[in-house]
């Protein structure tokens, strides 16, 4: 067993690091106070590889593996998680699922501009009625000749504003339930796909969710992904992928929140003394580091069991609902730590706090993460 990162693992841990501090904490209060698109932010990222980290080189990406995705997003989200979430969108919800289900013509056409940072992906399942029971699609796709005619509604589309591709399930055949949706891959500019909003959030609000629509959407039959009827099943498999994203970036909120508590209550004093001093302080920040460091390992052994080509969809939804509970949590005890302070917008960790509560909800709430585990354990 090996708990030691590589080297260039390592590397990428601190050029992600000094591009989060430099580029990004300075403008991270402002964007999230106005919920500002950080268009130049997006554009380095893609300039630094982040957008397709796991990606193959000859498709644009990186070339690296899961675990090197996983400390590049739980970087981003310790300074900023709304980068964590857009990195993490167009890593494992779009390039991955175009990666492993595309044909070489949406490779080539559609990949490698999204991997390379020269394109922006989202992904749309969600529906105002098929939030956890996403196989419950409301909007159809019909064949029309050598296009499709697309039709619906779809909520939470990260990224949906900013986006040129985007990774949508639809209904093919309803008399099929979940062996009737059928993936697609939309081009944003054509006509009949439309923003409805932009979701005024609790959090992450530099990262933006959209509702959209499609209103007699025409899309061409070579930008269907994989075939009729398989879209549910890769809508799965492209969230056990991005669930990893979701833990990295739940870790480093937690992270984050934890250096404030740790850095606040060393200069605080109280009664005489700094108030780390105090064992119910003292206690309380030995905890979050040791959940901190159980979220880390989960993390990280799901990302290397998905790099090793092990099954891993229990232990992604482990991470998942291990590190996001450990997020709220820290964030709710570091306010704590930092009493009034901490309900205040001049210290970071009442943006930790709303940021960290987003991760227990999209991609698989903690109940359908604790449904999944259950459901695999239980399995004879
Ligand atoms: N990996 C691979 N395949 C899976 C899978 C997984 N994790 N979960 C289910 N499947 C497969 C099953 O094996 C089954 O395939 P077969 O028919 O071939 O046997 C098929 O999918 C149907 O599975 P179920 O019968 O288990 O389906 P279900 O309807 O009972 O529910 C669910 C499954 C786990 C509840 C699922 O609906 C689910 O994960 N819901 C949560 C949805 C979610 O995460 N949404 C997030 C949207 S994205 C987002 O958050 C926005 C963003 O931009 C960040």
Not at 129 to 156: L, M
Not at 170 to 184: C, N, Q
């Amino acid at each position: 067993m090996q708990f030691r990162l590589s080297e260039d693992q390592q590397m990428l841990r601190e050029m992600v690091r000094q591009f989060a501090e430099k580029e990004a904490r300075p403008t991270v209060a402002e964007r999230d106070e106005h919920a500002l698109w950080p268009a130049e932010l997006v554009r380095k990222m893609g300039e630094l590889g982040l957008m397709g980290v796991a990606v193959q080189e000859e498709y644009g990406g990186a070339g690296l593996d899961y675990l090197s995705y996983a400390i590049a997003i739980e970087e981003l989200s310790r300074v900023d998680a709304s980068l964590g979430v857009i990195a993490s969108v167009n890593n494992s919800l779009v390039c991955y699922g175009i990666e492993k289900f595309g044909s070489e013509e949406q490779k080539r056409e559609l990949l490698v501009p999204l991997a390379s940072g020269q394109a922006l992906g989202a992904f749309s399942l969600s529906e105002p009625g098929a939030g956890s029971d996403a196989a419950a699609q409301k909007t159809t796709a019909v064949r029309d000749g050598d296009s499709y005619v697309i039709n619906g509604v779809k909520n939470w589309v990260t990224n949906g504003d900013h986006a040129d591709t985007i990774i949508l399930m639809a209904m093919t055949d309803p008399s099929r339930g979940a062996k009737g949706i059928t993936a697609f891959l939309v081009d944003t500019r054509a006509p009949g796909c439309s923003v409805v909003k932009v979701e005024n959030k609790l959090g992450i609000r530099s990262a933006h969710s959209c509702q959209m629509a499609y209103d007699g959407y025409h899309l061409p039959a070579w930008r269907r992904l994989g075939e009729e009827g398989q879209g549910f099943k890769i809508a799965m498999t492209i969230l056990n992928a991005g669930r990893i994203g979701i833990a990295a970036q739940a870790l480093g909120i937690a992270q984050a929140a934890y250096e404030a508590a740790l850095g606040y209550t060393r200069v605080r004093e109280q009664f005489g003394k700094p108030i780390h001093e105090f064992q119910a302080v003292g206690f309380t920040l030995a905890d979050m580091a040791t959940r901190i460091k159980a979220a880390r390992l989960l993390t990280y052994e799901a990302a290397w069991r998905k790099d090793q080509g092990l099954d891993y969809v229990q232990d992604v939804s482990m991470a998942k609902l291990f590190a996001s509970e450990t997020a709220m949590w820290t964030a709710t005890k570091a306010i704590q730590l930092h009493g009034s302070n901490g309900y205040s917008k001049e210290y970071p960790v009442e943006r930790h706090f709303r940021d960290a509560k987003i991760t227990e909800i999209y991609e698989g709430t903690s109940e359908i993460q604790r449904l999944v585990i259950s459901r695999e354990i239980t399995r004879g």
